[in-house]
């Protein structure tokens, strides 16, 4: 394995270039400027990035460089200072039922079932459907997410992990281009991350959407991902390094702990966080 370890390389060499046609994503030349009362404070400068169509990317670096900052950019909920972010090539000009979003808290209706929020998303995206037609679309996310039990359960009654299932579900049922996670299983205790991170990825294999995945935990970057991105500390933060993760899916936790190439990917993250 050959992992590239100069610590500055090129922009162009950072920010892959793909072939437009197999381009999900594209953020150019990204910019976030909060302006402050002793001036502007920059959080992300000169940030390129391509993801492929159908590609797992999962996003590392040290609290506070703008992870999320980019993540809700992408989604349209924070407006872009410069610079431009495209999907399929179409500038984006707010949030659109093209990019589904996962938070680390859900943000579901309390008093509403587990069915009913995920009718809210998929209400919104089909229209035209039939009725029993989005009520098949939520069941069969729920099901995947192994909610068919709890159907009519209100989010209150539910615990995390299946608050964070609900919220799985709906972000996949609105059938986005790109699913955007901004460290979904932070909150929950590691048997509850691990089966939800399997549900994750099983989900994903089979509906091939680009995806996108902020997270803390080296392991989870490397298990999930085929690019680990990452960026370095603000202000001004931007692509440190990328990653190429070349372990064969569908993947299995035990085939990746015992692959040749894992200490050496897990090495290389844990050098790039530690400078």
């Known amino acids: 394995m050959s992992i590239i370890t100069e610590s500055s390389r090129t922009k162009e060499v950072l920010a892959k270039k793909y072939p437009s046609n197999e381009v999900m994503l594209d953020l150019k030349d990204l910019k976030k400027v909060y302006p402050t009362p002793k001036g502007d404070y920059v959080v992300l400068e000169d940030l390129n990035l391509q993801i492929r169509k159908e590609e797992f990317v999962t996003i590392i670096g040290h609290s506070g460089c703008g992870k999320t900052t980019m993540l809700s950019m992408i989604a349209g909920l924070n407006p872009i200072s410069g610079g431009n972010i495209s999907v399929l090539g179409k500038h984006i000009k707010g949030p659109g039922p093209d990019r589904g979003v996962i938070f680390q808290s859900p ?12 009718m809210l998303g998929v209400n919104q995206v089909f229209p035209s459907a039939t009725k029993q037609q989005r009520t098949d679309v939520a069941k069969y996310y729920l099901q995947k997410v192994g ?3 709890a159907f009519h359960k209100k ?4 615990s995390q992990g299946m608050q964070q299932r609900v919220g799985i579900a709906r972000a996949f049922a609105i059938k986005p281009k790109v699913l955007l996670l901004d460290e979904p299983f932070g909150m929950l205790d590691s048997l509850t991350r691990g089966e939800l991170q399997d549900i994750l ?6 509906e091939k959407i680009t995806a996108v995945m902020i997270t803390h935990d080296v392991d989870e970057a490397i298990f999930l991902a085929d690019r680990v991105v990452m960026m370095t500390s603000g202000p001004k933060a931007k692509i440190g390094d990328v990653l190429d993760i070349n372990f064969e899916r569908p993947r299995t936790r035990k085939s990746v702990l015992e692959h040749n190439d894992y200490y050496a990917y897990r090495k290389h993250l844990i050098d790039f966080l530690e400078h």
Do not use: F
């Open 107 to 118: 943000s579901l209706m309390p008093w509403m079932t587990s069915l009913q929020n995920v």
């Open 147 to 149: 909610l068919e039990d």
């Open 155 to 158: 989010a209150s009654e539910l």
């Open 201 to 206: 990825i099983e989900i994903w294999n089979k």
